[in-house]
């Protein structure tokens, strides 16, 4: 009996598959439970979470942007107003860009600025004797008069409001109107704004009412496109059923237009026919 199965194993031997010389063979093990699709999905990276949304009072121009252009516009003035009207008093005062309509473009934003004058003066409106020399009228003319006053001012905002150099704008932002410039100074200014009357007890500006005019430029924009969009199909309607009547042909009677001249003659008092180009002659 042991003979016959130690035949076996030989058989079975002789049956398996060798290994070539120098090569050595590996045993694997089957799995005892296969892979589900819960195991094989417990692998993959976690889900992204989404960034959070800008708080205006921290970053004012990260939610105004997506607003839109008009919804900037519209808030750059308020602040531009703000800064006028605190700064210079009222029969020296120039009116602000844009106040016809209550909207500021940036380019007229930091043109409004650009000397330095008005930002100088605002901060001794709020601290009085924040900044000794103040350049203005021809003086305000040199460039490097004007930078002057952009650094004495920033100076103010670091040591006087209390704001980081991260949340301040430089002269260069002011001066070469560059386009990331505008909402470095649209931001600081926003920043000043509502600290002001906290700290010194002058008329501010809310964060809260700022975003509530960013939102509303939006409404009345959308509400004014639609309204545009109306006014605009009447007028197409008419002038495409003017365009169709131009090519509609006169319609013959009776598919003959003879027919229709000798209908007119017929209807038309004894001194008068219609000869057969279609004009009036009198009948002798």
Known sequence: MAEIENNTHAVVAENEPTAPAGITTIAV?????????????????????QPAKPVPAEDPIGWLTPLGRNAVNKVSYEVLNWVNNTAVDEDKRQPTP?????????????????????????????????????HEGEAAKEKANQTANLE????????????????????????????GGFGAVLSTLIKLAGKAQE??????????YLLQIGKQAVQSNFIQ?????????????????????????????????NALKEEVNDNKPASAVVDGAGVAVAVQ
Do not use: W
Not at 153 to 167: C, P, Q, T, Y
């Open 29 to 49: 093990e089957e799995p005892t439970t296969p892979l589900t699709t819960v195991q094989a999905t417990t692998d993959l990276p976690a889900t992204t979470e």
């Open 98 to 134: 844009g106040a016809k309509k209550q909207s500021t473009s940036p380019m007229k934003f930091l043109g409004f600025l650009q000397d330095g004058s008005v930002l100088a003066n605002l901060a001794n409106k709020l601290q009085p004797g924040a900044i000794e020399t103040v």
């Open 152 to 179: 004495n001012f920033i100076n103010f905002l670091k040591n006087n409001v209390g704001l980081s150099d991260n949340e301040v704008f430089n002269p260069a932002d002011v001066q070469e109107k560059r386009k």
């Open 199 to 208: 700290q010194f007890a002058r008329g501010g500006l809310d964060v809260d």
């Open 225 to 257: 496109t639609i309204i545009n969009f109306f006014k605009k199909r009447p007028a197409n309607g008419h002038q495409e059923k003017k365009e169709q009547d131009e090519t509609i042909p006169t319609p013959a009677v009776n598919g003959n237009e």
